[in-house]
């Protein structure tokens, strides 16, 4: 199955910009059950989650990014979304769409995120 990220780009200091995962191939029934979220990787780091959604409606943010992201599923146009507002130097990384469902870990391609000061 194959996730398409979008949506990076260069912002300045308190911008925003919203990411995009479509599933486009992924069947409604299956995308509806799978967890999707985003991780992000800074050059030298590891990759870490930023915020996940899951399918009874829960929702986890990475306490860096709470109160400034908003994740959020569009299940009839199999597209998950991150708002990412207030954003701020140490938010530059690489941002990859993630889903999971019975043990099986979906990747998109990573899109760029640069935040300049």
């Known amino acids: 199955v194959q996730l398409q990220a979008s949506g990076g780009g260069l912002v300045q200091t308190g911008g925003s910009l919203r990411l995009s995962c479509k599933a486009p191939r992924m069947i409604t029934s299956t995308f509806w059950a799978t967890a999707f979220g985003w991780y992000r990787q800074a050059p030298g780091k590891q990759r870490d989650m930023v915020s996940e959604?899951?399918?009874?409606?829960?929702?986890y943010y990475a306490d860096s990014v709470k109160g400034r992201f908003i994740i959020s599923k569009d299940n009839a146009k199999k597209t998950v979304s991150l708002q990412m507002d207030s954003l701020k130097t140490e938010d530059t990384a690489i941002y990859y769409c993630h889903g999971r469902r019975g043990g099986i870990d979906y990747w998109g391609e990573g899109t760029q995120v640069t935040v300049s000061s």
């Open positions: 959604i899951r399918p009874d409606g829960s929702i």
